[in-house]
Nanobody
Framework: QVQLVESGGGLVQPGGSLRLSCAAS????????MAWYRQTPGKEREFLAR???????TYADSVKGRFTISRDNAKKTVYLQMNSLKFEDTAVYYC??????WGQGTQVTVSS
């Protein structure tokens, strides 16, 4: 059974940082590209970042230079380091694997 479990969300002030984690099970993690998305109420899920099996990365313009995606194949975990957070980064954050499995999401709230 495939499971993707996100963690690390929470409440942070503008300008602050958070690191999200997504732990995978039931898949050959090292052979999967992984990605992060986010969603706010009433909007479609927004692509944020992707990391290939060899570690190549792609970012949405909205987060480029502020967010960093990385992976640890030994731990079967993908990370999203988020810096310089803004109010508009408030959303539920999801990880996704290339087989189109999704995690349950973790809430990030940026508020003063």
């Amino acid at each position: 059974q495939v499971q993707l479990v996100e963690s690390g969300g929470g409440l942070v002030q503008p300008g602050g940082s958070l690191r999200l984690s997504c732990a995978a099970s039931g898949i050959l993690f090292s052979a999967r590209a992984m990605a992060w998305y986010r969603q706010t109420p009433g909007k479609e899920r927004e692509f944020l970042a992707r990391i290939s099996i060899i570690g190549s990365t792609t970012y949405a313009d909205s987060v480029k230079g502020r967010f960093t995606i990385s992976r640890d194949n030994a731990k079967k975990t993908v990370y999203l380091q988020m810096n310089s957070l803004k109010f508009e980064d408030t959303a539920v954050y999801y990880c996704r694997d290339q087989g189109d499995y999704w995690g349950q999401g973790t809430q990030v709230t940026v508020s003063s």
